[in-house]
């Protein structure tokens, strides 16, 4: 598929999806949010992806939010709307792929960048990044899920803080904050992203995405985390992948997994 604001690129078992507005530093604009959608859609259904990394172009930013120019003459309604289609488009869906995605902060990551990044299944970010909510600043709230993903993911008084001030937090800071895993120099960013793809590589791609589902479980309202875990445990018995994981470690060998 060919995009107009981002590029999608497979190699060595990883989708590295590029958001590439650098004049707008990257930011969300409606067409944006469809082609991630896309190319999320796209690379969780290629058998040969078992990673995706999603990064920003250039040097200065993730996504330094949603587009501001796009929604400053919105109603109540359209407000609304603009939140509950992101987030079924985008934000929600990233979370609930099956296929391990990785936010490579390299910059600005702010309003519906941190909202993308937090979506993400895990977060490395390179020195120079920056990170905020800074919605109230404009008058309006976080509405791509920041307000409920920044607390689960730093606590909800420093989600409180952040909000509330509009500021902006640095790589250390928001690593102190465990908002994300690792804080690498910005040339490194992208090899560190894949040393890390690999890791997850050599283990079963149908597990994972088990995994996947019984962690987010323990984030959605009226489900049982532990029963959703119960039922992905004994789904995993059923699979090619575990009798190859387990007669590899019988036969003091390493598995090789076929992914089914
Ligand atoms: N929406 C639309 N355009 C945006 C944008 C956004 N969220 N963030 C940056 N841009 C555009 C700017 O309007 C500017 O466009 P122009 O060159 O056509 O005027 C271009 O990107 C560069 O941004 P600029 O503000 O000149 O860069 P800077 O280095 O001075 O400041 C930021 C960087 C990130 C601090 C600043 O751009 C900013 O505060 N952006 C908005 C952040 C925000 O509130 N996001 C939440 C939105 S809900």
Redesign the pocket.
Known sequence: MSYENITSEFSNGITTITINRP???N?LNKATIQELHDAFDEANNDADTKVIIVTGSGE??FV??????EFADFNVEEGGNLAAKGQALLFDFVEHLSTPVIAAVNG?A????LELAMACHFRVASTNARMG???T??G?I?GYGGTQRLPQLVGKGRAMEMVMTAGMIDANQALHYGLVNHVVEQEELIEFCEKIASKIMRNSSVAIAEAIRAINANYEDGVNGFNVEIKAFGNCFGTEDFKEGTTAFLEKRKADFPGG
């Open positions: 004049k707008k530093l930011a200065k930013a330094a939010g949603a587009d501001i120019s600005f702010l309003g519906g960048g909510l800074p919605e600043s404009l309006v976080p």
